[in-house]
């Protein structure tokens, strides 16, 4: 255990996949969501390949047990990822920052709706004073008073709420998928599968991407792998609820990205939003980790 380690590669990966999600609404405009998609995942596979080889796992780190784990993995992470691109190109990028954030906390709701785990008082209380954040981000978009707000600004709020909930159902199936299959083979599946699916928006408006744009795309695939490998990394070196927290830094990183690149403010009250999300999740990643000591204290492990 290295915990500077993992705090380093998560910040790291935060990072990476900020700017990845910066360069999809840059290229939104001009290329659909489907299409990006397909972009992220097919040069996200390579990275993914030599990163196993590099381990020398490339011949174990991708068997499988139970294939059809994957395919329903990657129908709704697909879904996941698709709705979330395509309400990005329509929102400030800080505002669907911060709604991708209720994401964790659907899962904890869905955690004990399909896993039967037990939420208890805290976590309840937790998810749902985050859900009223979510609220307050969304309430410009659903009053549709303000002369400000567009109907594809209130689509674009919708796709990446739907986004989130396909994110937290594809958190269940990995935590399944996970007691039996390598975290190599989740992640490269995901990418194979995502890639196939993706294709099956290519008669709903493709596009022929200028070189600059082309180069973008690619680039996007590749960073979001090395994400990937940096996210997993990370938990390799240091507790996941040490590293856990580090996810809401992407807010300050969203809040300058759209403020220098895409000239876009953040409203106060979307600030507010934003922080009763993030102090709820922090508040149930705090109570995770306590809750874990206290276990190992009375079971005796070291720590």
Same mark, same amino acid.
């Given at each position: 255990?290295?915990?500077?380690?993992?705090?380093?590669?998560?910040?790291?990966? $935060? %990072?990476?996949?900020?700017?990845?999600? #910066?360069?999809?609404?840059?290229?939104?405009?001009?290329?659909?969501?489907?299409?990006? *998609?397909?972009?992220?995942?097919?040069?996200?596979? !390579?990275?993914?390949?030599?990163?196993?080889?590099?381990?020398?796992?490339?011949?174990?780190?991708?068997?499988?047990?139970?294939?059809?784990?994957? /395919?329903?993995?990657?129908?709704?992470?697909?879904?996941? *990822? +698709?709705?979330?691109?395509? +309400?990005? +190109?329509?929102?400030?990028? !800080? =505002?669907?920052?911060?709604?991708?954030? @209720? *994401?964790?906390?659907?899962?904890?709701?869905?955690?004990?709706?399909?896993?039967? =785990?037990? $939420?208890?008082? %805290?976590?309840?209380?937790?998810?749902?004073?985050?859900? $009223?954040?979510?609220?307050?981000?969304?309430?410009?978009?659903?009053? *549709?008073?303000?002369?400000?707000?567009?109907?594809?600004?209130?689509?674009?709020?919708?796709?990446?709420?739907?986004?989130?909930?396909?994110? #937290?159902?594809?958190?269940?199936?990995?935590?399944?998928?996970?007691?039996?299959?390598?975290? #190599?083979? $989740?992640?490269?599946? %995901?990418?194979?599968?995502?890639?196939?699916?993706?294709?099956?928006?290519?008669?709903?408006?493709?596009?022929?991407?200028?070189?600059?744009?082309?180069?973008?795309?690619? @680039?996007?695939?590749?960073?979001?792998?090395?994400?990937?490998?940096?996210?997993?990394?990370?938990?390799?070196?240091?507790?996941?609820?040490?590293?856990?927290?580090?996810?809401?830094?992407?807010?300050?990183?969203?809040?300058?990205?759209?403020?220098?690149? %895409?000239?876009? +403010?953040?409203?106060?009250?979307?600030?507010?939003?934003?922080? /009763?999300?993030? @102090?709820?999740? /922090?508040?149930?990643?705090?109570?995770?980790?306590?809750?874990?000591?206290?276990?190992?204290?009375?079971?005796?492990?070291?720590?």
């Amino acid at each position: 255990m290295s915990p500077i380690t993992g705090i380093l590669l998560k910040l790291g990966s $935060v %990072f990476l996949f900020t700017v990845m999600a #910066a360069i999809l609404k840059a290229t939104a405009a001009t290329v659909p969501a489907g299409e990006q *998609m397909f972009f992220r995942s097919l040069f996200a596979i !390579p990275v993914i390949l030599a990163w196993l080889w590099s381990r020398g796992e490339l011949a174990t780190g991708l068997r499988t047990t139970d294939p059809m784990s994957h /395919v329903y993995r990657g129908i709704v992470g697909s879904l996941a *990822m +698709g709705t979330s691109f395509a +309400g990005l +190109g329509l929102l400030p990028f !800080p =505002e669907a920052t911060a709604l991708g954030y @209720a *994401m964790p906390l659907l899962t904890v709701i869905f955690a004990g709706m399909f896993l039967a =785990e037990q $939420v208890r008082g %805290f976590r309840m209380s937790m998810v749902a004073i985050g859900l $009223v954040g979510v609220l307050i981000v969304l309430s410009p978009r659903l009053s *549709m008073q303000a002369s400000s707000v567009t109907i594809g600004e209130t689509l674009g709020a919708i796709l990446t709420l739907t986004g989130a909930a396909f994110g #937290a159902l594809a958190q269940i199936f990995i935590s399944r998928m996970i007691q039996t299959e390598r975290t #190599a083979a $989740v992640v490269f599946w %995901f990418s194979v599968t995502a890639t196939v699916l993706s294709l099956v928006t290519l008669p709903f408006g493709w596009v022929v991407p200028d070189l600059s744009t082309f180069a973008l795309l690619v @680039a996007c695939g590749i960073i979001g792998g090395v994400a990937q490998i940096m996210l997993t990394s990370a938990y390799r070196y240091a507790d996941a609820s040490l590293v856990a927290p580090f996810d809401y830094g992407s807010m300050l990183m969203a809040l300058a990205i759209g403020w220098f690149v %895409f000239g876009e +403010g953040a409203s106060p009250r979307m600030l507010v939003g934003a922080a /009763v999300i993030i @102090a709820a999740g /922090v508040a149930i990643i705090w109570r995770e980790r306590q809750l874990g000591i206290s276990r190992a204290r009375r079971a005796g492990t070291p720590r």
